[in-house]
């Protein structure tokens, strides 16, 4: 589609998506780009709504809508069938409609697999009485034949039917991937729910910055290739479910810029840009984002949160005279990337705390972009956010003071008060440990287990390192938390050999174990990171070697579900 405005000097164009199902959906939103890309896999009918807007005066010129009605393939309206799509190692499998008020989903093997490897199955659909249904399957190694059928449910998940088995044979990537090596071969031990490595790179080349996914093995399943406007820090920050993920994008001015959710296709689903979600923070009142960085999170209630950078000038706080601070900003944006709450760190974290290692930014790769002067005090540099279930409160991860702390969200109706802080100096006494370093420092990717008693994070151990040279390792670390007597129990410390001074991921697994991810597993500049499955006790009982720094990596059940321990 190309949209076509008045003609004004700085217009932006948007695009929506309106049917009888989900109503209206912003699907690219007020970009400087005429021409969208955009194909549903589902047959209907189809509005598009073209908008364009005076980005000075923020005044919206133009508006037309057109109606498109998506037919389904032929065959499809009888007979299931399976055809090839754009991705090498994703087939769309089509099927007759089925009665409204149950749902379909799509089961998938390989009849040659390894032992070890379980049949797979795409996240469910409801079914609409004369309406055909249609997946993307993704999850299956390269160059291999599958069988796949569909399977029909109740509103009780009673089986009402099955398809017949269907064949597909996948192709080999168009790109070269990193390698998977698995250090440690499956065990009983090792939990086989979750059968899936989602892997995260960061590099300079497009292998390296390609997100991937491997099965327990090292085999490859899935990739998927960003847009055209891929450069150096694009990021995928994590899977949304139903085959989706959230990536940041750059553009030719700075990091950051473009928030992007994709389908297993690696086509956009939904876009924002850093402009349009300051156009309504300024509407709102609220400071101005330099980018968008290091996470953005689907919550249970169907919300994204964000995490941006902001600026301030503060005068005799972090040092002498005027000093340029980067604080961060959590941006919470509704299904149709409308803001509805926001958290600023300069109002609810104490300003004269400076950052634990006196870190600083200028416009370099790893910093956010440096808007008011030429250096600026890095002061929180902010990793993960995270849903704490118990108390729909949101807990967020400040790299820079070795912190984790929880503040007061109630789905959006909170004021973002601090509850507590957790860490060095903060409102807790550790127990569990006699190590002269207990806590963590400079941590990456605090996420909550079945319950939001019990938290595992990453512990890179910056701070530990810098004060004790022989303390050069990190650490899987998993946390019980009393928060009626504000006591941290330190149940899980798994001291690994290799260093990672960045990135770094941990995740709660079904079986009880732990994922920590080394994201550089020796010092910054290695290519080379280190997924490990722990247990309770600190026993390493599973390894993967990968040829690629990675931001983070999951443990997924299958390309469509999101880890259990998340409490989507």
């Given at each position: 589609f190309t949209v076509t405005g008045d003609g004004a000097q700085d217009e932006r164009y948007r695009l929506i998506v309106q049917t009888a199902?989900?109503?209206?959906?912003?699907?690219?939103?007020?970009?400087?780009?005429?021409?969208?890309?955009?194909?549903?896999?589902?047959?209907?009918?189809?509005?598009?709504?073209?908008?364009?807007?005076?980005?000075?005066?923020?005044?919206?010129?133009?508006?037309?809508?057109?109606?498109?009605?998506?037919?389904?393939?032929?065959?499809?309206?009888?007979?299931?069938?399976?055809?090839?799509?754009?991705?090498?190692?994703?087939?769309?499998?089509?099927?007759?409609?089925?009665?409204?008020?149950?749902?379909?989903?799509?089961?998938?093997?390989?009849?040659?697999?390894?032992?070890?490897?379980?049949?797979?199955?795409?996240?469910?659909?409801?079914?609409?009485?004369?309406?055909?249904?249609?997946?993307?399957?993704?999850?299956?190694?390269?160059?291999?034949?599958?069988?796949?059928?569909?399977?029909?449910?109740?509103?009780?998940?009673?089986?009402?039917?099955?398809?017949?088995?269907?064949?597909?044979?996948?192709?080999?990537?168009?790109?070269?991937?990193?390698?998977?090596?698995?250090?440690?071969?499956?065990?009983?031990?090792?939990?086989?729910?979750?059968?899936?490595?989602?892997?995260?790179?960061?590099?300079?080349?497009?292998?390296?910055?390609?997100?991937?996914?491997?099965?327990?093995?090292?085999?490859?399943?899935?990739?998927?290739?960003?847009?055209?406007?891929?450069?150096?820090?694009?990021?995928?920050?994590?899977?949304?479910?139903?085959?989706?993920?959230?990536?940041?994008?750059?553009t030719t001015e700075a990091v950051g810029q473009v928030m992007q959710e994709i389908d297993l296709l690696g086509n956009p689903v939904r876009e924002i840009h850093v402009e349009r979600i300051n156009q309504m923070l300024a509407a709102r009142g609220d400071d101005l984002i330099n980018n968008i960085h290091h996470d953005a999170r689907l919550l249970p209630d169907g919300n994204t949160a964000i995490i941006g950078t902001n600026e301030r000038i503060l005068t005799d706080v972090q040092g002498p005279g005027d000093v340029d601070v980067q604080s961060d900003m959590i941006v919470v944006l509704n299904p149709n990337h409308e803001v509805i709450w926001t958290w600023n760190g300069f109002d609810h974290i104490d300003n004269s705390r400076v950052?634990?290692?006196?870190?600083?930014?200028?416009?370099?790769?790893?910093?956010?972009?440096?808007?008011?002067a030429e250096v600026a005090n890095d002061w929180m540099h902010s990793n993960a956010v995270a849903y704490s279930a118990d108390d729909n409160n949101l807990i967020l991860s400040i790299r820079h003071?070795?912190?984790?702390?929880?503040?007061?969200?109630?789905?959006?109706?909170?004021?973002?008060?601090?509850?507590?802080?957790?860490?060095?100096?903060?409102?807790?006494?550790?127990?569990?440990?006699?190590?002269?370093?207990?806590?963590?420092?400079?941590?990456?990717?605090?996420?909550?287990g079945l319950t939001?008693?019990?938290?595992?994070?990453?512990?890179?151990?910056?701070?530990?390192?810098?004060?004790?040279?022989?303390?050069?390792?990190?650490?899987?670390?998993?946390?019980?938390?009393?928060?009626?007597?504000?006591?941290?129990?330190l149940i899980t410390d798994t001291q690994f050999t290799e260093y990672s001074g960045g990135f770094g991921s941990a995740q709660l697994l079904v079986n009880g174990d732990f994922h920590f991810n080394s994201g550089i597993a020796a010092d910054f500049g290695v290519p080379e990171s280190l997924s490990h499955e722990t247990q309770p006790d600190g026993t390493i009982v599973q390894t993967m070697q990968l040829a690629t720094m990675a931001y983070r990596t999951h443990r997924m059940v299958d390309l469509y579900a999101l880890p259990p321990s998340w409490g989507n």
């Open positions: 199902a989900t109503g209206k959906r912003a699907i690219f939103d007020f970009r400087t780009d005429a021409a969208f890309e955009w194909t549903p896999v589902d047959e209907g009918l189809y509005y598009i709504i073209a908008q364009a807007m005076d980005a000075s005066t923020a005044t919206i010129t133009s508006t037309t809508a057109i109606g498109y009605a998506m037919q389904p393939i032929p065959a499809s309206t009888t007979q299931p069938v399976v055809s090839s799509t754009s991705h090498p190692m994703v087939a769309r499998y089509s099927a007759p409609a089925c009665p409204t008020g149950s749902r379909m989903q799509v089961t998938f093997v390989a009849p040659s697999a390894p032992a070890g490897i379980t049949p797979s199955k795409t996240h469910f659909k409801d079914c609409r009485s004369g309406s055909t249904m249609n997946f993307y399957v993704g999850g299956m190694r390269e160059n291999t034949n599958y069988v796949l059928r569909h399977r029909i449910v109740d509103a009780n998940d009673n089986l009402l039917g099955v398809g017949p088995y269907l064949s597909f044979q996948t192709g080999s990537p168009a790109i070269a991937l990193p390698a998977a090596t698995v250090l440690d071969p499956i065990d009983p031990g090792t939990s086989n729910t979750e059968k899936l490595v989602l892997v995260s790179p960061v590099g300079s080349s497009v292998m390296l910055r390609t997100p991937f996914a491997v099965d327990l093995l090292g085999a490859p399943v899935w990739y998927a290739e960003i847009e055209a406007n891929q450069t150096v820090g694009s990021i995928m920050t994590r899977p949304t479910g139903e085959g989706r993920f959230i990536v940041l994008l750059n950052a634990i290692l006196d870190e600083k930014c200028t416009n370099r790769p790893g910093c956010s972009p440096v808007l008011l003071q070795d912190w984790i702390i929880k503040m007061d969200y109630q789905n959006g109706r909170g004021t973002g008060d601090v509850i507590w802080r957790l860490g060095p100096d903060g409102d807790f006494t550790i127990a569990g440990s006699t190590d002269p370093f207990p806590w963590f420092s400079h941590i990456h990717d605090p996420n909550f939001s008693d019990i938290l595992a994070v990453y512990d890179n151990g910056n701070t530990r390192c810098h004060l004790d040279p022989n303390s050069c390792y990190s650490r899987g670390q998993v946390y019980q938390l009393d928060e009626t007597n504000m006591v941290a129990t």
